[in-house]
């Protein structure tokens, strides 16, 4: 089993939803994934709005009604192999937490750049050191996408690596914020994917 963080502001919008898709979209490999907030409300639900993108994304009703936010904490980012941040600010409170953990954190626009720069047979030859340990095999392909920090061209405008808050906005702010989000969401299915099946 490998783990993935999630991580916004309130763990109400952005944060659950990538996780209840990546949760979704992994599933055949059963990992761990959870999301948390660096000022998360206590015990709240997603947003109306977030639900229903959720469901328009193919998350099962269950798992997105069962959400309920949680408070990032320097215990919660211990375990993970991989760290995603919604926006850089969140990417800094992670590493201001437990710097130790730099080169595991990206944010998730930036996690989907570099891995875009990163071809399969680079993730695939990663690996399948881990051999038949798929935290290890993570943990590996995961380097191999933070391998490309310093090689990838950054993007033209540093907040091309944030995806856009949409809390307490229009339903077109939503849509915006989820069509940044998706695509993001789908590099790193390729990558985990490419991990756990790689010989």
């Known amino acids: 089993m490998f783990e993935i963080l999630t ?39 997603m947003t109306a709005e977030a639900q229903r993108l959720a469901l328009a994304l193919g998350v099962a009703a269950e798992i997105a009604d069962n959400h309920r936010s949680r408070y990032l904490t320097d215990a919660e980012l211990r375990s993970p192999d991989l760290i995603l941040a919604m926006s850089r600010e969140h990417r800094r409170k992670i590493v201001e ?51 490309q920090r310093g090689m990838s061209a950054p993007p033209a405008d540093p907040a091309d690596d944030d995806v856009i808050d949409p809390y307490r906005r229009s339903w077109e702010t939503y849509q915006l914020s989820a069509s940044q989000l998706v695509p993001a969401v789908d590099q790193v299915v390729r990558v985990m994917s490419i991990a756990m099946t790689a010989r």
Do not use: K
């Open 97 to 147: 937490l437990a710097p130790a953990r730099l080169r595991s954190a990206f944010t998730l626009r930036e996690f989907a750049r570099l891995a875009a720069d990163t071809t399969d047979d680079e993730i695939a030859a990663a690996s399948v050191v881990g051999g038949a340990d798929g935290r290890a095999r993570a943990r590996a392909a995961v380097a191999a996408v933070a391998a």
């Open 7 to 45: 991580v916004c502001t309130g763990n109400i919008c952005r944060s659950p939803l990538a996780e209840t898709l990546l949760r979704t979209r992994l599933a055949t490999y059963a990992p761990l994934v959870h999301s948390a907030g660096t000022m998360g409300l206590a015990s709240a639900a």
